[in-house]
């Protein structure tokens, strides 16, 4: 019997709003028709979207408001303006009255982070909330926190995200203990900042049935694919994956115009058009597009601004995913579990420094 | 009249030592003829090589020694084993006697960071070094640092490394007032850690004649050249860099299979063969090679212990341009001129705060 998913949609989120959220979700209902929707802001919007897609109208209900949270508010300026009224918001408040199972939105992310942890709050033994996001390595995907939800932390933040990272990975990519890699500069011993150590000595000492951890990775570890799990506090994971989406562009924007320097290059850019598709295919950040914003009392999830329906049907499969396999379920158990273990651990921390 | 530039050698430094470091130097020799060489290390090794180079063997002296650093020596046992005695050590001895002017190693990074600071000492006004190296961006090439020394730091050590940096710019660049942007997660004014944002301030209220600060710039704006020099303490730094580089490798692994992966695109890679090679040249890691270590009171590169002689080469061309531009009197006049302004400036940041 299939599971029924309910998805809270953020119809006005994003740099285009309805004409990109709606047409995404009848993407991602083609993919998992067991789903259903709220979709929520200007109806004089979303409907006529709505009239193209009858198998998405069939299975979504409209929730009319007027206000919306702009790419710009800052997230004190969103919580003033939106709080109870705006798009953004009614969509994890349905979260949180059990009315869906996962919030999706392309809207603000500071506004949204701030609205989700405001409406949601966190976890029992989080303190604060991180974003995981899909990344494409050399040995397939993997996952990283936190992208820049919060920045700093200590040991046992660091510890707290590498076990919500990985129920993340075991429900994405069905691993029974996926490996855990915490990033730092070198992969001795003694290098990096102090808490990163004591973290490694946590999961060390914890020694999870759930996930197994393996050590420090470098920068360049993350995309070959070093460990299912990647954890970093938010400063840095934000500046890894803004640096490597740059190298990436970079180097694609150099190969088109080196492709079109000469007629013998356009040439051979015909007879490798295919091995040129694949490569854009392969390179598509529109498939690893949807950051799951963790350790709150309800799932929510976050696709980029300038996404196209393509992308944001990803970002709805992500949630939908998240769902069906009981992501949050899963960090509740492993934080229940291991919460014993997560609190525990500053006398193991003790007894090494 | 040619300044002459005495350049030290640790020719047993780096993977292979003095089969690439000598033909690496003749290479540099070939662009810089007035150079002098100083070259440190087992003189059976470097003798052979030596003499296929008649040239540089003219302008060469050679220092016998057999204690060398190992790749994998930590920095405490490296100065515990190495010190006065190793390749690595008399090479920045000869900057410290002053009989060289800049030294150059491919050897293990923490080593030479440890020996540079123990025996050169750090500039007055500086706590602590840092590393600086060249990233090829969409623009031309910018100055990243710091890219791995020096963990951490407050707001003044990120005014200082702004400093250096733009010294090191104007030098290598040719540049009068290059522009300088802080790291960070977000363009707008309340984002990221304190330090960052005190570092702006102070950096915006010293208004420097050799330096214009443009803000912050995110991990994406490096590559897309958005600062002539972008600052950062060592965790982010390297982070940063690796994360790039690791995808630039990530992404030429997906091109070559992509071009191999059926006839049609063979055929298609013979075609753009040209485009191929000039994509190849432009991405080339070697050009790039050559570390600054600043902050001391002399001039050490770190060049990649990986690389060819032609990537040596690329190190030693660093070495030689921080000399013949004297970037030590200029880091010193902008300290000295500008030290006055860095230490007043924590006043103008209580102000703010």
New interface residues.
């Given amino acids: 019997m299939p599971q029924r998913v309910r998805i809270a949609l953020d119809a006005m989120g994003g740099d285009v709003g309805a004409s990109v959220v709606v047409p995404g979700a009848a993407i991602s209902l083609s993919r998992h028709p067991e789903t259903e929707f709220l979709l929520i802001g200007d109806s004089a919007q979303i409907e006529p979207q709505l009239a193209n897609h009858a198998r998405l109208k069939a299975v979504s209900r409209v929730i009319h408001t007027d206000v919306t949270v702009s790419m710009h508010d800052?997230p004190s300026q969103a919580l003033r303006r939106g709080r109870k009224s705006s798009s953004m918001w009614l969509a994890i408040d349905a979260v949180k009255k059990g009315e869906a199972d996962v919030a999706v939105s392309a809207g603000n992310t500071g506004a949204l982070m701030a609205m989700a942890r405001f409406n949601l709050h966190t976890l029992p033994g989080i303190d604060r909330p991180a974003i995981a996001g899909v990344w494409p390595?050399?040995r397939g995907d993997s996952i990283v926190l936190d992208l820049?939800a919060t920045?700093?932390g200590d040991a046992h933040h660091l510890a707290a995200l590498a076990v919500m990272g990985s129920a993340m990975a075991s429900v994405l990519f069905n691993l029974k203990r996926p490996t855990v890699g915490l990033?730092n500069?070198g992969v001795?011993e003694?290098k990096?900042?102090e808490e990163i150590r004591e973290a490694a000595e946590i999961l060390r000492a914890m020694n999870l049935p759930q996930l197994e951890y393996v050590g420090f990775v470098?920068?360049?570890?993350?995309?070959?694919g070093a460990a299912d799990v990647i954890v970093?506090e938010?400063?840095?994971g934000?500046?890894?994956?803004?640096?490597?989406?740059?190298?990436?562009?970079?180097?694609?924007?150099?190969?088109r115009s080196?492709?079109a320097?000469?007629w013998?290059?356009r040439?051979?850019?015909?007879?490798?058009?295919?091995?040129?598709h694949?490569?854009r295919e392969?390179?598509d950040p529109r498939k690893s597009n949807g950051g799951v914003l963790l350790g709150l009392r309800g799932v929510v999830v976050k696709s980029h601004g300038g996404t196209d329906a393509e992308g944001f049907a990803y970002a709805v499969d992500v949630g939908y995913e998240m769902v069906h396999y009981h992501l949050l379920t899963k960090i509740n158990q492993m934080l229940n579990r291991d919460g014993g273990a997560l609190a525990s651990a500053p006398a193991a921390q003790e007894a090494i420094s």
Same sequence: chains 1, 2.
């Fill in positions: 800052k390595t050399t820049g920045i700093g990033l500069i001795e003694m990096g900042h470098e920068g360049d570890g993350i995309g070959r970093t938010g400063y840095s934000n500046i890894a994956l803004k640096a490597a989406e740059g190298t990436a562009r970079q180097l694609t924007d150099i190969l080196a492709m320097q000469s013998r290059s040439i051979g850019y015909l007879f490798a058009r295919n091995a040129f694949a490569l392969k390179l």
